[in-house]
């Protein structure tokens, strides 16, 4: 009787439990036998597909590549290694991507702040200063120099601000000044946002429209599923 | 072909950036298409006292480094049509990203288009005045009568000497009548003979200065301030015509025409 490994078969294909409690050499052992065993009890010519479940033990880069040396060949092949846990690194990454990066600070003339992720600013930006997030940017303060939301492409993150100073706001490759001028609203004492609408035109709309035009602010789930 | 200005000094201070913007200005108030240069990587000004901070998208550095072709680091000041631009100076780079074969080669890009580029030099003689001075055809000097400033407008005159510019031409800035009248400070003409150039004009102290730099409108926009007049005349005589000096005596008839005049 096995201890290290189990085989189940899966209509996606084969299932290989690792056991989070043996030893990666008895396991690498176990799926070497499991291997000529398998071979000799399939027909040539048929093709199998595994994926691997390694349970509470995350495997290194080397340690999947040893086990994909032993199953795959022109027969056998690995769809995908799923792990019941993650590092730590890992966790803070997606811990992070999935909260917004919350700040408290002035960000001065020649200053860049830099956010993987969301922005939430509690402070101001002088003329001259520029908040740059990958995602959206909210400024609880003041907004007088840049805000640069989807930094790295990302055309549906936002600004939102009180826009009552001269600044400018980007959007992934847009680009948008907001001054006063005559006939022009964008200025005033009220929060707003900015997004790029479908026409690929910034956009500063008021802030009851956000849920209609962004439905999908909020509800981050950092990627995990 | 266009002709390129440095505005420089030497000393901090003394009003480089706002000799930059108004005799820019002024030009372009006569009809010259101008391009303002910020050479002062770190700490530019020039875009501030225009009022176009917040419409900087690239600057200098992102041309020289690819990101950014010329046109699209140039920013048109919407007050006048066609003639007045910027190309702001980087906020957040090093004097260093720029060198002077760079320049050369930017400011003769920019020369095909502009009848003048006037390059706004920051203080001090390292690489930022190396690099303004290495593109210039001509160099304006300024200087206020304080002795320090004069100083230092000395050595510039002596390291420009050594370029292929002709020798500068002197602005000298920031004159307050009684001061000079009472003989606490150089007068204009001792100023001008010490340093042997030539004067191509002088810019009383006036509040208005500061107050119209604040508002992002160059002062000599309103023709009303003193401190106007002298760059409406400077811009004039860069243009080769011959407009009298303004002198202290001059400047208190008009103070008296103001007092007494319809305006103002
Ligand atoms: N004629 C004037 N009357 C009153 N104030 C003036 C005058 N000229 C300049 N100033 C003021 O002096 C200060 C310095 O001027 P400016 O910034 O133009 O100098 P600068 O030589 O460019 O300085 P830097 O060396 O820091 O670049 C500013 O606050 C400006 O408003
Ligand atoms: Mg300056």
């Avoid at chain 1, 429209?209 to 995990?224: F, Q, V, Y």
């Avoid at chain 2, 003394?14 to 108030?29: E, Y």
């Avoid at chain 2, 004159?175 to 400070?185: A, L, T, Y």
Wanted: with cysteine; aromatic share 4%.
């Amino acid at each position: 009787m096995n201890n290290a490994v189990t085989l189940k078969g899966r209509k996606e294909g084969f299932q290989l439990i690792l056991h989070s409690s043996a030893s990666f050499e008895k396991i690498l052992e176990e799926i070497k036998e499991l291997k000529v065993q398998l071979k000799n009890d399939t027909q040539t010519g048929h093709e199998l597909n595994f994926y691997v479940k390694t349970g509470n033990r995350e495997l290194t880069d080397s340690e999947k590549k040893q086990i994909e040396d032993i199953i795959v060949d022109d027969h056998f092949s690995i769809s995908s290694f799923q792990s019941d846990v993650i590092s730590i690194e890992d966790a803070l990454k997606l811990h992070q991507a999935s909260r917004p990066r919350l700040e408290v600070r002035t960000v001065r003339s020649g200053q860049i702040l830099d956010a993987q992720g969301d922005l939430l600013l509690i402070g101001e930006v002088h003329p001259g200063g520029t908040v740059r997030a990958t995602g959206s940017i909210f400024v609880i303060g003041e907004l007088k120099g840049i805000a640069h939301a989807g930094f790295s492409g990302n055309e549906s993150a936002i600004v939102l601000a009180n826009f009552r100073h001269n600044a400018q706001v980007r959007i992934g490759g847009n680009v948008h000044v907001i001054e006063k001028s005559e006939g022009n609203s964008e200025q005033s004492d009220e929060i707003k946002f900015v997004c790029v609408n479908d026409l690929h035109i910034i956009e500063v709309s008021p802030l009851h429209d956000l849920k209609t035009i962004r439905p999908e602010i909020g509800k981050h789930s950092g990627g995990l599923f | 072909m266009g002709k390129a200005i440095v505005v420089t000094s030497g000393k901090g201070g003394v009003g480089k950036t706002t000799s930059t913007a108004n005799i820019g200005t002024a030009l372009a108030l006569q009809s010259k298409k101008v391009c303002l240069v910020d050479m002062d990587i770190g700490l530019r000004n020039l875009d501030v006292i225009l009022g176009l901070e917040n419409r900087i998208i690239y600057d200098i550095i992102d041309v020289v480094e690819g990101r950014a072709k010329l046109h699209q680091a140039i920013i048109k000041d919407k007050r006048f049509n066609d003639q007045l631009f910027l190309l702001p100076a980087a906020q957040h780079a090093d004097k260093n990203a720029i060198n002077e074969e760079q320049m050369i080669e930017l400011i003769g890009e920019l020369k095909k288009d502009y009848d003048y580029v006037l390059i706004d030099c920051p203080a001090g003689i390292e690489q930022g005045f190396k690099n303004s001075i290495a593109a210039a055809d001509d160099a304006i000097l300024v200087t206020t009568p304080e002795i320090s400033a004069i100083r230092d407008a000395d050595r510039i005159i002596g390291l420009i000497e050594q370029t292929s510019i002709q020798a500068p031409k002197l602005i000298i800035n920031r004159i307050r009548k009684s001061m000079m009248q009472n003989g606490d400070v150089m007068d204009i003409d001792e100023i001008t003979r010490h340093l042997s150039v030539e004067l191509l004009g002088i810019v009383f102290e006036d509040d208005e200065v500061v107050r119209s730099s604040n508002k992002g409108n160059p002062v000599v926009l309103d023709p009303s301030h003193i401190a106007s007049q002298g760059y409406r005349n400077i811009a004039r005589r860069l243009l080769g015509d011959t407009v009298p000096l303004m002198t202290l005596k001059e400047e208190k008839r008009s103070f008296w025409k103001k007092l007494f005049g319809k305006k103002n």
